[in-house]
């Protein structure tokens, strides 16, 4: 199993909670609500999931804040507390899918989500800059996008690069991340997404 949020961890997010708040790191505060926000929606992706397992639908959406793909194991990280997407794949590799593939489409990469499956052989995770380590070594799909990338650019990367690996690794269950900072319209944004 891999190491998505602990329960020493998440023990200290809620003594947080108790005393009022935690600056956690420079972009990441923990205010009164937070703890909250951060449960609802790690539940609202975990019923999507079993919605999935459970066969009442084939595609879903759970639309969440904080998006939870910068949490790691032991910290939180980017706004982010729970990583929602790392507990579904995690659900469902529980619930007999033998491979799971993640494709986060945010501008900044889910170093959360990757991390807990670093070392997986069951998980592809698609991101930039690793490649996994030990028996996950191949599982962290990465393309490092230069600035300003396009639609154009950025279709080839996953029609060259993503789709053909995810269709090599054959994956039972797949978990699309889907930050919007990739827009062309976004403040924090490097990519000119359209589309």
């Not at 084939?58 to 980017?78: E, F, M, N, S, W």
Request: hydrophobic share 40%.
């Amino acid at each position: 199993m891999p190491d998505n949020n602990g329960t020493e961890y998440i023990d200290s997010l809620i003594e947080a909670k108790k005393k009022g708040g935690k600056m956690i790191c420079s972009a990441t505060f923990l205010n009164i609500g937070s703890w909250n926000a951060a449960l609802l929606a790690a539940g609202t992706t975990l019923s999507v999931m079993k919605y999935i397992l459970d066969g009442h639908g084939k595609i879903c959406y759970a639309l969440v804040r904080p998006p939870g793909h910068h949490a790691q194991p032991t910290q939180a990280d980017g706004y982010c507390f729970l990583d929602n997407a790392g507990l579904a794949v995690q659900y469902a590799l529980d619930s007999g899918c033998k491979r799971v593939a993640v494709i986060d489409i945010d501008v900044h990469y889910g170093n959360g989500t990757a991390e807990g499956f670093y070392r997986s052989d069951k998980v592809l995770t698609g991101g930039i800059n690793e490649l996994g380590e030990g028996a996950g070594f191949g599982f962290n799909l990465n393309v490092p996008l230069p600035n300003a990338t396009g639609d154009i650019g950025y279709k080839c990367a996953m029609t060259e690069v993503v789709v053909p690996a995810v269709r090599k690794f054959d994956p039972n269950m797949m978990v699309f991340v889907v930050g919007q900072d990739s827009s062309a319209v976004s403040m924090s944004s490097f990519l000119n997404f359209y589309e």
